[in-house]
C-alpha cells in the first residue's frame, strides 16, 4: 500500500514538511499512551527517506479510516494565508491514523489543546516576524504617522500575545485544564482587536499609496518581504492574519468543548466561548461602526450647503435617485435621496455632488411601503 498526498499547488516543499511535522507528533506522548510506534525510531537518523519509509511501513499495517479529525475546517478561501502561516501541519494525517486505533474523547480534547497552544505559538512568532522583519526596518523610511497608519496598535499586539502565549503554556503543563480561564482573563485585554480591525483597511490602502507613490518605500518593503519566508508573503497580506486569528477563537474553543462534556471544567469552557463570541460580535460592531463613519463623511462632502452635521441624524439607511411628485403643481421632478434614522434629506444631483433642497424630519411623519399605489389615499 502507498499512501498519496494531494496537494493544490506546488507540493514538492510541502510534503516533505508534513512529513517531518507527522514523524514529530508520532513521538508526541499522547501517541505514546496509544501504544502508537513512532517513526523513524530514535535510532534512526531522522532524514526525508526514513520517515518516508517509516510512514509507508505503518501505512502497510494499517488501513487508514476514512473519517478526519481536524478541530476548524477551513472556512473558505479567503483563510488561506491565515490557513498556510498558522495552521498546525501535523493534524490530518496523524490523527486519522489515531483515529483507526481507536481514539478516544480525550484524544480530540488532548488534540485540540495542542492545536490551540501550537496555532498561538505560531500567530505569536508570525507577530515578531512582522515587527522585526517590516516595522523597525522601515522606521528609516516612514514617518511616525505613517508608521501608525500602517501598524496601528500592532506593537499593543505583540505584548498582549506574549503574555497570552506565556499563560496558555503554563496551563498546558499541567493538562490544560484551566484554559478556558486563560481566555476569560485575557477577553478585556483583546479588546484592542476592535481598533486593529476597524483601520485594517485603511493600513492597506495606505501602504498601497506610499509603494505607489515613493521608490524609497517601495524598494524597503520589497527587501523586508524576501526576508519572510523568501517573499512568499506580502506585507498586507500578513496585515490580515490578526484579524482572521481573533475571529478564530470561538471555533477553537467550540471544538474544544465537543470534546470535553464529561469534564468538570465544561462549564467555564462554555463561559469561555461566550466570551469569545462576544468578542468577535464586539470586533464585528467597531468594524462596522467605522465604515458607517466613511460612508457618512463621503455623503457630508457631496452635498452642498448642509449645514450641521450629518452624523446627528443617525446611520444612514439607504440612499437613491426616485422621482417626487409636487403636491402643488403634480409636476414630477428627479431627485436624490438619503435616508437616515431622523432624517429624510432631499438634494438634486449636480455632478458629482448634490444640491440640498430639503430635510424632512421623520419624527413629524410616517413613513409607508405603497407598491400598489394606491389611488384612494387623498394626498
Avoid at 241 to 267: A, F, W
Wanted: charged content about 35%.
Amino acid at each position: 500500500m502507498t499512501v498519496t498526498f494531494k496537494w493544490q499547488n506546488n507540493c514538492g516543499d510541502k510534503c516533505s514538511r508534513v512529513i517531518s511535522a507527522v514523524s514529530r507528533l508520532s513521538h508526541h506522548s499522547i501517541v505514546q499512551t496509544k501504544g502508537i510506534r513512532p517513526f523513524p525510531s530514535e535510532e534512526t537518523t531522522e532524514n526525508d527517506d526514513d520517515v518516508y519509509r517509516s510512514l509507508e511501513e505503518l501505512a502497510d499495517e494499517h488501513d487508514l479510516g476514512e473519517d478526519i479529525y481536524d478541530c476548524v475546517p477551513c472556512e473558505d478561501e479567503g483563510d488561506d494565508i491565515y490557513e498556510d502561516i498558522i495552521k498546525v501541519e501535523v493534524q490530518q494525517p496523524m490523527i486519522r491514523y489515531m483515529q483507526k486505533m481507536g481514539m478516544t474523547e480525550d484524544d480530540k480534547r488532548n488534540c485540540c489543546l495542542l492545536e490551540i497552544q501550537e496555532t498561538e505559538a505560531k500567530y505569536y512568532k508570525t507577530l515578531e516576524d512582522i515587527e522585526k522583519n517590516y516595522m523597525n526596518p522601515l522606521k528609516l523610511v516612514l514617518t511616525p504617522q505613517e508608521m501608525e497608519s500602517i501598524f496601528i496598535n500592532l506593537e499593543d499586539l505583540i505584548k498582549v500575545h506574549f503574555n497570552f502565549l506565556r499563560a496558555i503554556d503554563v496551563c498546558m503543563m499541567s493538562g490544560g485544564s484551566s484554559l478556558a480561564k486563560v481566555f476569560l482573563e485575557f477577553k478585556e485585554r483583546l479588546l484592542i482587536y476592535g481598533e486593529y480591525c476597524s483601520h485594517m483597511e485603511c493600513a492597506q490602502n495606505t501602504l498601497n499609496g506610499l509603494i505607489a507613490n515613493r521608490e524609497d518605500v517601495r524598494q524597503k518593503v520589497e527587501e523586508c518581504t524576501l526576508k519572510v519566508q523568501d517573499g512568499k508573503f506580502k506585507l498586507q497580506d500578513l496585515l490580515v492574519v490578526p484579524m482572521q486569528r481573533v475571529l478564530k477563537y470561538h471555533l477553537l474553543l467550540k471544538e474544544l468543548l465537543s470534546h470535553s462534556s464529561d469534564r468538570p471544567e465544561k462549564q467555564q469552557l462554555k463561559e469561555a466561548l461566550e466570551a469569545m463570541q462576544d468578542l468577535a460580535m464586539y470586533i464585528n460592531e467597531v468594524k462596522r461602526d467605522k465604515e458607517t463613519l466613511k460612508k457618512i463623511r463621503e455623503f457630508q462632502k457631496s452635498i452642498e450647503n448642509l449645514q450641521g452635521k450629518l452624523e446627528e441624524f443617525g446611520r444612514p439607511k439607504i440612499d437613491g435617485e426616485l422621482k417626487v411628485r409636487s403636491i402643488v403643481n403634480h409636476t414630477k421632478q428627479d431627485r436624490y435621496l438619503f435616508l437616515f434614522d431622523k432624517v429624510v434629506i432631499v438634494c438634486k444631483r449636480k455632478g458629482y455632488n448634490y444640491e440640498l433642497k430639503e430635510i424632512i424630519e421623520l419624527l413629524f411623519h410616517k413613513m409607508t411601503d405603497d407598491p400598489m399605489n394606491n389611488k384612494d389615499i387623498k394626498k
